[in-house]
T-cell receptor, first 114, second 114 residues
């Protein structure tokens, strides 16, 4: 089955700095790569996603890049703010079957210091 | 639209008991997936239901089961609880069960087994 590796497990930055979280996946048939943000006491919330026919996608301060050849994708957050502090998860779909589901990375705890 | 709702939010049980958790998907969504989240294992897929049928199942023992009703609401049941079943149980819904559809998560049910 699919395996998703996520690095780093923790990331501390100063407010205003950029943060980068990287993920690799094993199943070359995976075609959907969402990123979720989970705050304490809440369920994961989708922040951005990318599909395999796109190499990069941006939404304000958040961007995701996908390299299908190398089987890795990354989350970039610019101008970080204290409210960006949370656990971030990457995920990959298991393939092209009609009823595939998501495999998650272990998560990255991002701490943004004022 | 209202988001995914889960009840109860918190639950305390003792070893050997059984528990039933409930999930109401976003209106119009027919697919419901269940995940177990623990600090050590992260987010692990339990099963997915679509149109009252289990479509996918993760690598969990038979003590974990679920069902889906005609209104797409879903329940999961854990029998003969073990200490290791203590976790946050999350459900997620999406319109169908396509591999490229966004999954929207509920706030989760936190289960503590004593």
């Amino acid at each position: 089955g699919e395996n998703v590796e996520q690095h780093p497990s923790t990331l501390s930055v100063q407010e205003g700095d950029s943060a980068v979280i990287k993920c690799t996946y094993s199943d070359s048939a995976s075609n959907y790569f969402p990123w979720y943000k989970q705050e304490l006491g809440k369920g994961p919330q989708l922040i951005i996603d990318i599909r395999s026919n796109v190499g990069e996608k941006k939404d304000q301060r958040i961007a995701v890049t996908l390299n299908k050849t190398a089987k890795h994708f990354s989350l970039h957050i610019t101008e970080t703010q204290p409210e960006d502090s949370a656990v971030y998860f990457c995920a990959a779909s298991m393939g092209n079957s009609g009823y595939s589901t998501l495999t998650f990375g272990k998560g990255t705890m991002l701490l943004v210091s004022p | 639209k209202a988001g995914v709702t889960q009840t109860p939010r918190y639950l305390i049980k003792t070893r050997g008991q059984q528990v039933t958790l409930s999930c109401s998907p976003i209106s119009g969504h027919r697919s419901v997936s269940w995940y177990q989240q623990t600090p050590g294992q992260g987010l692990q897929f339990l099963f997915e239901y679509f149109s009252e049928t289990q479509r996918n199942k993760g690598n969990f023992p038979g003590r974990f089961s679920g069902r889906q009703f005609s209104n797409s609401r879903s329940e999961m049941n854990v029998s003969t609880l073990e200490l290791g079943d203590s976790a946050l149980y999350l459900c997620a819904s999406r319109p169908l069960a396509s591999s490229q559809e966004t999954q929207y998560f509920g706030p989760g049910t936190r289960l503590l087994v004593l």
